[in-house]
């Protein structure tokens, strides 16, 4: 076998790879997704109104005033 033939055989198994990982994660999260609900509440979280552009802050005291650590 030449190396040129090398080549082109290593590039179409590669990229014959690449299309059954992508095909196969894509067919496994279409399967996860219908299992799951359309909306989920967590009771127990303090709601913290955000200024604006600050819903990182926000969010941040929420999860710690969740996990005890009351910052607020």
């Given at each position: 076998?030449?190396d040129?033939m ?7 198994m590669?990229?014959?790879?690449g ?7 894509a067919?496994s ?18 709601f913290?109104?955000?200024k ?12 710690l ?8």
């Open positions: 076998m030449s040129d090398r080549i082109v055989l290593i590039r179409f590669a990229i014959s790879l299309l059954l990982i992508t095909l196969s994660l067919c999260i279409l399967a996860w997704s219908d299992s799951l609900p359309e909306s989920h509440i967590i009771g127990g979280i303090r913290i109104r955000q604006p552009h600050y819903c990182g802050p926000a969010s941040l005291a929420m999860v005033n969740y996990w005890g650590l009351n910052l607020t």
